[in-house]
């Protein structure tokens, strides 16, 4: 890698050059404005926003919902995984009737999940959890289709039971394309579970959001979301060290 | 010796066509040898083999297996798994194993000091390697190999085939080799069947009268010529000997 080529200075001269913009526009050349907040005031809010707030409380919550939910749907998924693709082949069809359910959006769900569990972190988990089962497992089955033949020839002629195969073959053979579409399923799960939030208005960031647009509080709102992407960012790099370190092939 | 005896494979199309694979197939495996069946591109040979190892039933016939020994197939796309170690992928299946046996496996197909490496973005000579070794673990009564050298290069297929005549002879190891390429299997095989397409069917069968030690010499030699004019010579006889490939 050459001096120029480096990712990491381009993105931080980048990053500087929108700084300096950023400041010289909002902090001397429109102060007042209802678009982006002056610096010194957001730098302030950062301060000022743990206490107004209850913070870190919200912030705890968000993430141990959807962290959790993570968690325990990839654990779910990988000790199911040979029922899971099983059961699919048999229910292949009959799930197809159900894919008009997808013109009723997300929205649709959270609404009525907050309709039917008012103030409940456990229903909060419980679909956030769904959610994230329902995502990751709809890519394992797309992926599974693809496994490359040999693979089940050779474990099928070696006498490998069924669920030995699903174990041992399909799963090991989606996983890197599993693994990826995970940090988009993290992604997902963020904004769900803040629209979540902001609906119930009782929990988490989203019920923030809420209050501070309720109070009109321009300069919360755009602290807030810099919090969530550094911690959204966190999450993603994470991931991404995670599947670095663990998948290492390519199917 | 595995016998196959008229094995038939039909399968009927989405419109309701019957279309024939596999017409009255007969074919003796003998033991220790290596046998070929040459045959062109699209003639059913992957279900042949695939019929033989079990993993598809014929619509009528017979594989007679008199060995309580499975029939190991190894398949044209590559099968080592990129997820294990080659040591992983040579005892892979296996529910019993000394590791010395299966270090040894590994050496005699020349992974020697190779036992952590995955074969994730390897060559296909690597990855082969691989395959053989895991089948010989499960010391086969044949291992089928399924148009292996298709896209090897020249270098790799002529190590490959020196390897498998090395296995043969040292562990007298029963092949059974499907291809479309003449020369290859002239310089493998000690039997070959000529198979026709559309369908699938045993046109004529030769012993293959050369010396037993084959090397890179061998294909320019008188015999090996005359070998091999006389069988695609044979496939002249049907419209389907262009899809036949000459070439080393």
């Known amino acids: 890698m050459t001096k120029e080529n480096n990712p990491i200075k381009k993105n931080l001269i980048v990053f500087s050059w929108f700084m300096f913009v950023y400041v010289i526009l909002f902090e001397f050349i429109l102060p007042v404005n209802k678009v982006i907040p002056k610096p010194t005031l957001l730098f302030e809010s950062f301060l000022h926003i743990w206490r107004d707030y209850n913070l870190v409380f919200a912030f705890t919550t968000t993430a141990t919902i959807i962290y959790l939910a993570l968690v325990s749907s990839w654990i779910q998924i990988y000790i199911g995984v040979s029922r899971y693709l099983k059961y699919y082949a048999y229910v292949e069809n009959s799930l197809d009737s159900l894919r008009f359910l997808k013109y009723l959006t997300i929205f649709f769900f959270i609404v009525i999940f907050n309709f039917w569990f008012p103030n409940s972190l456990f229903a909060e988990f419980f679909f956030s959890f769904i959610i994230s089962v329902f995502l990751t497992a709809k890519k394992l089955f797309e992926e599974s289709k693809k496994v490359n033949e040999g693979y089940i020839l050779v474990a099928r002629n070696l006498g490998l039971s069924s669920y030995d195969i699903y174990e041992d073959v399909y799963w090991k053979a989606s996983l890197p394309a599993l693994s990826k579409y995970f940090r988009s399923v993290h992604y997902y799960l963020w904004g769900v579970v803040l629209i979540y939030e902001f609906i119930g208005n009782s929990n988490g960031l989203g019920s923030i959001y809420r209050i501070a647009i309720t109070y009109n509080d321009f300069t919360a709102l755009f602290v807030l979301a810099i919090m969530i992407s550094l911690l959204i960012w966190f999450g993603d790099y994470l991931i991404g060290l995670i599947n670095k370190k663990t998948i290492h092939w390519t199917a | ?248």
């Open chain 2, 1 to 248: 010796m595995i016998e196959i005896k008229n094995i038939t494979k039909e399968y009927f199309t989405g419109a309701g066509f019957k279309i024939s694979v596999l017409k009255d197939i007969t074919l003796k495996v003998v033991d220790k040898k290596i046998t070929s069946v040459i045959a062109p591109s699209g003639s059913g040979k992957s279900t042949l083999l695939k019929i033989i190892s079990g993993l598809e039933e014929p619509t009528s016939g017979v594989v007679v297996n008199p060995s309580a020994q499975k029939i190991i197939l190894i398949p044209t796309a590559p099968s080592s798994f990129p997820w294990l170690n080659v040591f992983d992928n040579v005892k892979f299946g296996l529910n019993k194993y000394v590791e010395k046996q299966i270090q040894l496996l590994i050496n005699l197909v020349g992974l020697e000091g190779y036992n952590t490496f995955h074969c994730n973005n390897r060559s296909l000579g690597f990855r082969f390697r691989i395959s053989l070794a895991r089948s010989l673990a499960h010391n086969p009564a044949a291992i089928l190999l399924d148009e292996p050298f298709i896209e090897m290069n020249t270098q790799t297929k002529n190590e490959m085939l020196l390897l498998i005549r090395e296995i043969n002879k040292t562990l007298g190891i029963t092949f059974l080799i499907t291809t479309s390429n003449l020369t290859e299997a002239l310089f493998l095989s000690d039997k070959v069947y000529l198979m026709k397409k559309d369908p699938g069917e045993i046109i004529s069968e030769s012993d293959i009268e050369l010396s037993t030690k084959r090397d890179e010499s061998t294909y320019s030699s008188e015999s090996f010529k005359q070998l091999r004019n006389k069988i695609s010579s044979a496939f002249e006889q049907i419209e389907s000997q262009k899809l036949v490939n000459l070439s080393i």
